[in-house]
């Protein structure tokens, strides 16, 4: 997992080109004027969802892990508190992994939260596991952006 503001994105560059060309659709785009849906990027090697929802209670957090592609999670506006752990301590599944979707649920009991606001970004790769959609202190509408960068 990686978390940090959008302005340092281009130090990530070098971590791989398909991350790059993610990054710089975030950088170059008037992300506040998107419209919600999925942007392709490079076809299904790279694309971005862009969505507007409500924070909910960490209480009713779901682990997520995916298998096929790293994830930007980048809040374009509001703030929102994500859930992390390592796989590892995930044992437990809660619902089996489905591969059209690329996501399987998990549970487990050592985990970290973060709080995530305007102009930040956090990199989940498949062995973070994440909660994200979680309120800081109550529920608020957010947009934010998914990157989702297919693994070579």
């Known amino acids: 997992m990686i978390f940090d503001r959008l302005n340092n994105a281009k130090q990530y560059f070098k971590l791989d080109e398909n991350l790059k060309k993610g990054f710089e659709f975030l950088l170059n785009n008037d992300l506040k004027s998107l419209k919600e849906g999925k942007y392709e990027i490079s076809g299904d090697k790279i694309f971005a969802n862009v969505q507007s929802l409500s924070t909910k209670d960490k209480s009713e957090k779901k682990w997520e892990v995916h298998r096929k592609y790293i994830d930007i999670q980048y809040v374009i506006t509001g703030e929102e508190c994500m859930g992390y752990g390592i796989l590892k301590d995930f044992k437990t599944i809660k619902e089996k992994y489905d591969e059209n979707k690329d996501v399987e649920f998990l ?44 693994i070579n």
């Open 107 to 150: 549970d487990g009991n050592s985990f970290n939260y973060i709080n995530v606001r305007e102009g930040d970004f956090v990199i989940f790769y498949p062995n973070d596991v994440h909660a994200p959609m979680l309120s800081v202190e109550k529920s608020e509408n957010i947009k934010k952006v998914i990157v989702k960068i297919a």
